[in-house]
């Protein structure tokens, strides 16, 4: 590290110097003193040409040859042929030139700080009735530790309590705890999700799971190749296409100032400049979109991507328990088991109960304090709520042996097909209602897939740590490659190399697990916003706001940012070769030579600089970002129908007579009053509005004519609910009315997701 910023600090130094001496020396030379000019311009020369020799020697001993050389010989030329204007100009272009590559290379230094932080140092020994803090060196296998709630396991063991609850995500990222029973193995880096427990080690600090993924990130990390310019590249070419160009000059005509003037003009500073700067503009472009890219490699290497690995939890979807519905028994308000759930759980910090208390406040429900609380390891708790007994946990716990109802069944299979976690509620020893609660999907993750796919992103696979069959149903929603499930870290690791050895491999994640896999790719892509700073480091882009879309827009900045920059290689380069040519015919001097390329530079510079801009969109309005946003707020505002609708529709399986009737005519109202008024003003006013900043207005066809489906619908509802008595409430109609709702509901959550893709997309 102190070598790198010696020489990051030795290259401004000759910057400055050549600066200097070429400024130093017009300044003389337009006082009429040319000789002292001439020996200014040398003195500021030599630094950048001495350390360009030491460079040169350097690199042909590693075994590698850049363009370099070319600028070596022009600027000795210049200096032994008394051209000391023509060197100095040289020296400027290319001691700036370094300058701007060590901006662009520089990468930010990884240190496994944030993992060394984050792993205990202590760990309480139990000796006999005597627990001890002793340093977690000092574990030794067999001996028993009391890990407290919320503290982190030290080294993996076994559990010796009857049961305990532990969060795993770090290791696995499953989101959910996970209830251990007596002997269940526990793993060193998972968290005290319960009460206090034991376990007996099985492993010292070193040898446990948690120091595995150090020595894995470390050894990834190290194993990475270094980054090579684009420049290099040619030089092979270059090089002795310009020697044997300034040798005819000088062999044809005599005069070896030709010679000298074909060497200037082919100075490659187009090559030493393009790459830097194009990056430099990319990685700009990109922190505006909330992307931090870790220097010109990873972006160079992110430009290369052909496969995408992708973690799951946190990352495709949301991370954590959300509540996903509220199954209730017939005539049963879901807001109220709800309430009585949430006012009882306040009592619990498990992660469950904070995600219901989370639930009911987000949606505005006033909670009541618990009495009498009393919590069942790994199982829910009970209590008194309004002087009514409250039970919430698993299903065994609230209602024991009594008779599955058909309602309960129905939840317990809405649960297990959607993975979800299901807390059912009784209340006075009544079974009254089921919270289901999973990991959902991400709002922009099926437009982030699609977004890669259009970026030239040809495989898209899932690297999860969570079971199968929760990822598998990911992994079809979204139509991804591949899946794979129940991957530990070390399993993850090996994945990305297999991929890796058969296309340039871009690995996403945001959990310490994702760690070492993030470091082994060609490049890791770290979620930020939220997740793990081990992972953060481990990366070599982090995305800084919680949008997983920016993914893509990581790899469409990469890839033009890398077609700019070989652009300005290439016609930069086009440009030298004519100049050479004019110069080998004597129709450049070498100060008009060295010139010349200033102007090619400058050219180069400002294509470059292109890397900046989108690249598209010219003349084409966009929305106002504040407009998108009321838009979409709109849509959370119609949640709370459609999942009434849904309500609706599952209380029709078992709702007869008057009460189905009651059920078909709140929802007719909902629909006519909510949903096709909402519906109205899109067509009317929004979509208007967003046909003027389209780049095709006619796409908007599609969407209206869900508009057109879902206003039919409510009609054929209304008819059907309109003037609708108990005696015609036959079990055909009821099934007719429950379609018609499903349909509806299922219509407008599709055709929602669906505009807010397009707000997304024509948001300034």
């Not at 194993?223 to 000088?250: E, H, M, N, Q, S």
């Not at 129905?410 to 097909?417: G, I, Q, S």
């Not at 690995?507 to 993030?518: H, Q, R, S």
């Not at 790899?555 to 890398?562: F, G």
Request: charged share 20%; aromatic share 4%; glycine share 8%.
């Amino acid at each position: 590290m102190g070598r790198l910023l010696d020489e990051r600090f030795l290259r401004r130094a000759l910057a400055a110097a050549a600066l200097v001496g070429l400024l130093g020396g017009l300044a003389a030379w337009a006082l009429g003193h040319g000789a002292v000019a001439g020996l200014i311009w040398t003195a500021g020369t030599i630094p950048v040409v001495a350390w360009l020799t030491v460079s040169i020697v350097r690199d042909l001993v590693a075994g590698r040859m850049g363009v370099d050389a070319v600028a070596l010989l022009s600027m000795s030329g210049a200096i032994a042929l008394g051209e000391s204007l023509a060197g100095s100009v040289i020296a400027v272009m290319y001691a700036g030139g370094n300058l701007l590559e060590d901006i662009a290379i520089a990468r930010a230094e990884r240190d496994l700080r944030s993992l060394v932080d984050r792993a205990p140092h202590i760990a309480h020994r139990r000796t006999g009735e005597t627990i001890a803090d002793i340093a977690i060196e000092t574990v030794a296998v067999g001996d028993v530790l009391v890990v407290r709630a919320g503290e982190v396991v030290p080294v993996d063991g076994l559990l010796i309590a009857n049961a305990a609850a532990l969060d795993e995500a770090a290791l696995t990222g499953e989101p959910m705890p996970v209830a251990k029973v007596r002997g269940a193995p526990v793993f060193s880096g998972t968290v005290n999700a319960g009460e206090t427990f034991e376990i007996r080690a099985t492993a010292a600090a070193g040898d446990s799971t948690y120091a595995g993924i150090v020595r894995m990130v470390t050894a990834a990390q190290t194993a990475k190749a270094p980054f090579i310019r684009l420049a290099d590249r040619y030089a092979l070419l270059l090089l002795p296409a310009t020697l044997v160009v300034a040798g005819l000059a000088w062999a044809l005509s005599g005069d070896k100032i030709r010679a000298l003037a074909v060497l200037v003009a082919s100075t490659p500073c187009p090559l030493i400049l393009a790459a830097p700067v194009a990056f430099i503009a990319g990685i700009s472009r990109a922190a505006r979109l909330g992307i931090l890219v870790k220097g010109g490699s990873a972006l160079e290497a992110l430009a290369r991507t052909h496969t995408v690995l992708f973690d799951k939890t946190g990352t495709l979807t949301v991370g954590g328990a959300r509540l996903v519905a509220v199954e209730t028994a017939p005539g049963e308000s879901p807001d109220e088991i709800l309430r009585l759930a949430a006012s009882l759980e306040q009592a619990s910090h498990h992660v469950v109960a904070e995600a219901i208390v989370r639930a009911a406040r987000g949606r505005g429900v006033a909670l009541d304090p618990p009495d009498a609380v009393r919590e069942a390891m790994g199982s829910g708790l009970e209590g008194r709520v309004d002087g009514r007994l409250v039970k919430a946990g698993s299903y065994e716990l609230v209602c024991g042996a009594c008779h599955r109802e058909s309602w309960a069944l129905r939840a317990l299979r809405r649960a297990a097909w959607r993975s979800a976690l299901s807390v059912f509620v009784s209340v006075d020893g009544q079974l009254k209602g089921a919270i289901l609660l999973a990991d959902e999907l991400r709002r922009e993750t099926p437009r982030a897939v699609q977004s890669l796919r259009a970026a030239g992103v040809a495989r898209i696979v899932m690297l999860t740590g969570d079971n199968a069959e929760a990822a598998e149903t990911i992994g079809a929603a979204l139509d991804l490659d591949c899946v794979l499930a129940n991957r530990t870290p070390g399993d993850k690791l090996e994945a990305v190399a297999v991929e890796q050895r058969l296309n340039p491999t871009l690995m996403v994640g945001d959990g310490i697990n994702d760690a070492p896999a993030l470091a082994a790719a060609d490049v890791g892509i770290a979620m930020g916003a939220h997740g793990a700073s081990a992972s953060s480091e481990a990366a070599d882009v982090v995305i800084l706001v919680d949008q997983l879309d920016r993914v893509s827009d990581a790899v469409t900045i990469a890839k033009r940012t890398r077609r700019i920059a070989l652009e300005s290689i290439g016609v930069g380069m086009g440009l030298s070769c004519l100049a050479m040519i004019a110069a080998a015919f004597g129709w450049l001097s070498p100060v008009a030579g060295a010139l010349t390329q200033e102007a090619i530079d400058v050219a180069v510079i400002l294509n470059a600089l292109r890397a900046l801009t989108a690249g598209h969109g010219f003349g084409h309005r966009a929305l106002k970002p504040g407009f998108t946003l009321a838009l979409q707020q709109d849509h959370r505002e119609l949640e709370a129908t459609l999942d009434r609708m849904r309500e609706i529709a599952d209380s029709l399986d078992d709702t007869t007579g008057a009460a189905a009737v009651a059920l078909i005519q709140e929802a007719s109202t909902l629909v006519t009053t909510q949903i096709a008024a909402h519906e109205r003003l899109d067509e009317e006013s929004i979509y208007p509005q967003l046909r003027e900043v389209l780049h095709d207005g006619d796409g908007l066809a599609a969407m209206s004519r869900a508009h057109r489906e879902i206003l039919h619908l409510a009609r054929l509802l209304r008819r059907l609910a309109d003037g609708l008595g108990a005696d015609d409430a036959d079990r055909y109609l009821i099934r007719d009315a429950q379609r018609m709702v499903e349909s509806i509901e299922a219509l407008v959550r599709m055709h929602n997701a669906q505009e807010e893709d397009i707000y997304e997309n024509v948001a300034a």
